[in-house]
């Protein structure tokens, strides 16, 4: 009876250990500047608009788009420029969001710093996931409230009116 239980035991934790690594998504995985995006293959980005680049006064910014597949893992990285290479981005504690089923709308909203924000979402199948989905976009956030822009626009074009 004791043998069972330990059987069983380690048989559990065996398999909760196996199954944590099975979505562990790119964990030390380190991207550099270099890094070029790929195809589609696991998400279809729906905003940004991707090799375009956006332009906002916004502190914030969603990201969103549509799972192709069942069971991906998708991650967000922020380019630091002084180490040139990628950082994973923590939105409400967690880095990586696993998302079982395909069709389903995936949105995050990420927190931008002023100038230039180039974002990576990289979505795979998992750690083992030897080619994953990159797609690349840059966001430029200028330190202008909106506020001051539009009166700044209205009164330029005011002002050439004369």
Request: aromatic fraction near 12%.
């Amino acid at each position: 009876m004791v043998k069972k239980i330990c059987f069983m035991l380690v048989f559990v934790i065996i398999f909760t250990l196996c199954s944590f690594s099975a979505f562990a998504g790119s964990e030390g995985t380190v991207f550099d500047s270099d890094t070029k995006a790929t195809k589609e293959k696991y998400f279809n980005i729906t905003k940004p608009e991707e090799g375009k680049t956006v332009f906002t006064y916004s502190k914030s910014y969603t990201i969103s788009g549509v799972t192709k597949v069942d069971n991906i893992v998708i991650e967000l990285y922020r380019l630091n420029e002084e180490k040139k290479q990628y950082e994973k981005v923590t939105i409400e504690e967690k880095s990586s969001w696993l998302i079982e089923d395909s069709g389903i709308n995936f949105a995050k909203e990420i927190d931008l710093k002023e100038g230039k924000n180039i974002i990576m979402l990289v979505a795979s199948k998992g750690s083992d996931d030897k080619e994953p989905q990159r797609s690349i976009f840059e966001i430029k956030r200028d330190k202008q409230k909106w506020m001051d822009a539009i009166k700044n626009t209205l009164m330029d074009f005011f002002s050439d009116k004369k």
